[in-house]
């Protein structure tokens, strides 16, 4: 049997999180957050936190998720991959891994009003969010951001579901978990 690849993509604050978890364990398939390897690399460090230092470290945590990918894939293994990735920063990546090995490709793409986004990413961030990502320090930059961004799947030879997370309560989650076992 192929591995199953689960690129769970989106903006910040658009659900990606929540939904990879509920994935992974509904399908018991592991998972790895972009976030969770930039923090885990900010704790190793005992530095101080700043705009800069998130940056470089959430570099870093893409070459960490590819380097698993590619491991994981070597192995015949399924994984998750949970990120706001880019095309034109991420595209050769997963190409220059995926055509390496046979697989079955998913994109499960998290997309929302951009009004809701920064009203959930603003929420996050003065409660509950890591230090290393300096967000409460920067919401008049991340307003913009979200005002001139939208959301861009990356280019990849895949299965792709868009899911329109503006309201949790109307996704269904088996439609997610039937599109990925077909």
């Not at 690849?5 to 990606?16: D, E, M, Q, R, T």
């Not at 390897?37 to 700043?50: A, G, H, R, T, V």
């Not at 230092?53 to 990918?69: D, H, I, T, Y």
């Not at 990735?85 to 998290?110: G, V």
Request: charged letters at 30%; hydrophobic letters at 35%.
């Amino acid at each position: 049997m192929l591995p199953k690849i689960l690129i769970v993509n989106g903006l910040p604050a658009s659900g990606k999180t929540t939904l990879a978890k509920q994935i992974s364990k509904d399908l018991e398939i592991p998972v790895i957050f972009k976030d969770q390897i930039k923090e885990d690399l900010f704790d190793s460090l005992n530095l101080e936190p700043s705009r800069d230092l998130s940056k470089k470290l959430g570099l870093k945590a893409f070459r960490v998720m590819f380097e698993e990918l590619d491991q994981k894939l070597s192995q015949n293994q399924s994984l998750i991959l949970e990120a706001n990735f880019k095309p034109e920063f991420d595209d050769q990546n997963f190409k220059n891994i995926l055509c390496k090995y046979p697989h079955h490709l998913f994109q499960i793409n998290c997309i929302a009003d951009p009004k809701i986004l920064f009203e959930r990413f603003k929420t996050r961030s003065l409660k509950k969010r890591h230090p290393v990502h300096c967000d409460s320090e920067n919401l008049q930059e991340w307003e913009n951001f979200f005002k001139k961004n939208m959301f861009q799947p990356l280019n990849l030879q895949s299965k792709i579901i868009n899911l329109y997370t503006d309201d949790f309560s109307k996704i269904n989650p088996n439609q997610i978990l039937d599109f990925i076992r077909q």
